[in-house]
């Protein structure tokens, strides 16, 4: 099993810019696929952005395309999203989570292991 440990997120003006990070271990991380899910306040958990395990493959919920950027650094066991042009719309606690399915995938019950969250908080 994956254990994930995510930092970064905090408070940010709208316009700014967010580094997360999410760091894996227990198993090898390139094994999984990895994504970003999101939970605003009174909303349910949702994707963000979803990474294959070399990252060749990525994709993105359309209200952060162009904005928000999934990478990941398979030497260092580690997974990024990168958040720029930030709107108060994108307040919300971020989920990193790892799958095991061969192909990219968004579905939230594709994902096995999940980090802790982390609030990101955009003022307007």
């Known amino acids: 099993q994956v254990y994930l440990e995510q930092s970064g997120g905090g408070l940010v003006p709208a316009g700014g810019s967010l580094r997360l990070s999410c760091a894996a271990s227990?198993?090898?991380?390139?094994?999984?696929?990895m994504g970003w899910f999101r939970r605003a306040p009174g909303k349910e958990r949702e994707f963000v952005a979803v990474?294959?395990?070399?990252?060749?493959?990525?994709y993105y919920r359309d209200t952060v395309q162009g904005r928000f950027t999934i990478s990941r650094d398979n030497a260092k066991n580690t997974l990024y999203l990168q958040m720029s042009n930030l709107k108060p719309e994108d307040t919300a606690v971020y989920y990193c989570a790892a799958s095991t399915k061969s192909y990219n995938t968004a579905t939230m019950t594709d994902f096995v292991s999940w980090g802790q969250g982390t609030q990101v908080t955009v003022s307007s």
């Open positions: 990474i294959n395990w070399d990252g060749s493959d990525t």
């Open positions: 227990g198993s090898p991380f390139s094994a999984y696929g």
